[in-house]
Structures are given as structure tokens and as C-alpha cells.
């Protein structure tokens, strides 16, 4: 995996968020922080915001009280979504 990919990863992963659920472009986990067992329901919109973000590799990272979206472009590889 991409080393700059893992720092934003791991960045998400020690951030005060009350959960992060972040998954590759086929909705399978990379990494899950998460105090609320309900953000496993939001995989499915995870996949459409992927599909809307059309990048080559939409990592998606789901936040709990926020709604934001990011394109994060070192070389225009991946995505982060956040999701409420």
C-alpha cells in the first residue's frame, strides 16, 4: 500500500472522531476506529460515494457528526469521504 496512503490513514485512525470506518473501493474494512457498532451500516453508501468520487482508488473513511469530502491528490491516487 501506498506510504502517503497509510499516513492519511493513520492520521484519520488517532484523530479525536468518535468512530472512522475506512474501507478500499469494493467496501472491504482497510482500518476501523469505532466506539459505534452502527457505522457497519453505512458500507453501502460508502460504495456509491466511491462511485460518485471517481478516483482511481476511493479509500473512504465514514466520521461520525460531521459530513465532509475530501480530494486528496499526492498524484491524484486516492479519495477520503467522510461520511455522517
Avoid: H, R, W
Avoid at 472512522?20 to 456509491?48: E, H, M, R, T
Wanted: one cysteine or more; aromatic letters at 6%; charged letters at 20%.
Amino acid at each position: 500500500m501506498d506510504k502517503q496512503l497509510l499516513q492519511q490513514i493513520d492520521l484519520i485512525m488517532q484523530d479525536s472522531v468518535q468512530g472512522a470506518l475506512i474501507v478500499d473501493q469494493f467496501g472491504f474494512p482497510l482500518a476501523n476506529k469505532s466506539l459505534n457498532p452502527q457505522l457497519s451500516q453505512y458500507v453501502k453508501s460508502i460504495a456509491d460515494c466511491a462511485t460518485a468520487l471517481k478516483d482511481e482508488v476511493p479509500i473512504i473513511a465514514i466520521e461520525t457528526g460531521e459530513t465532509k469530502t475530501y480530494i486528496i491528490k499526492p498524484g491524484s491516487k486516492f479519495s477520503l469521504c467522510l461520511l455522517a
